[in-house]
């Protein structure tokens, strides 16, 4: 019998949900389920290092597999899906359910952990690419949803190399917040999850990514912590 990870699966289910409705705000994906940009977040913190396992990792590719299909077939609107069915989906109207790149995200700060004085080594970003080295920002704004409705959103999310989402969730958790921002660009808590299900679909696509991806958090967190 294949051991339970029942974490990893609502994070996998979460993860199909925001992505089968893209054109909607994550927060209100999110809200079906009792969730929120930031619970989600601090809902990776706490599996990422499970997923080195490989019985953690199958478990998420699972039912990843096993929910994105269920969405598929049945094609559910939002307010039938989530721990909250039956109740309204709040202030969501049938235009936003079917709306295409229109929907908003939520604009709540993202939830920087800080760190604990004097036990954070502030460490060099990931090498800038040519796009950043130009000027412009690597950071989203507030007009991304959840998924990349349009060539441009598209190429906006693909700036980001998995060396430097990596260097993000590791510093994130581990570097002073205002280092963090200055760093990445000032972001929501949409735009965080806008990159989990971007890197998600990579990940889902080449799984040796995404082991490459946990190695080079683990070591990020591990220098800048000086261990």
């Given at each position: ?18 992505e089968h ?80 790149a229109s ?32 000027g412009d ?91």
């Amino acid at each position: 019998m294949s051991p339970a990870f029942p974490e990893i699966e609502r994070l996998a289910v979460l993860l199909a949900h925001l992505e089968h409705f893209d054109a909607v705000a994550p927060a209100r994906v999110l809200e079906r389920f009792g969730e929120t940009p930031s619970s989600l977040s601090a809902l990776l913190d706490s599996v990422l290092h499970r997923l080195s396992d490989p019985a953690g990792a199958g478990a998420l590719t699972r039912t990843s597999k096993t929910t994105k299909a269920d969405l598929a077939a049945k094609q559910p609107r939002l307010e039938d899906v989530g721990t909250a069915v039956g109740a309204p989906a709040s202030e969501l109207t049938g235009d936003e359910e079917t709306a295409s790149a229109s929907a908003r995200p939520a604009s709540a700060a993202l939830p920087f952990r800080p760190a604990e004085p004097g036990r954070v080594t502030v460490l060099a970003a990931p090498p800038m690419s040519a796009a950043e080295q130009s000027g412009d920002t690597v950071g989203l704004d507030q007009e991304f949803a959840a998924g990349a409705s349009t060539p441009f959103e598209e190429a906006r999310l693909r700036a980001w190399t998995v060396e430097k989402y990596a260097a993000f969730i590791a510093d994130r958790r581990t570097a002073p917040a205002d280092w963090v921002v200055a760093t990445y660009g000032a972001m929501t808590e949409g735009d965080e999850v806008a990159l989990l299900v971007h890197f998600n679909k990579r990940f889902r696509q080449d799984p040796a990514l995404r082991d490459r991806w946990e190695v080079l958090v683990a070591e990020r967190a591990r220098r800048s912590r000086g261990q």
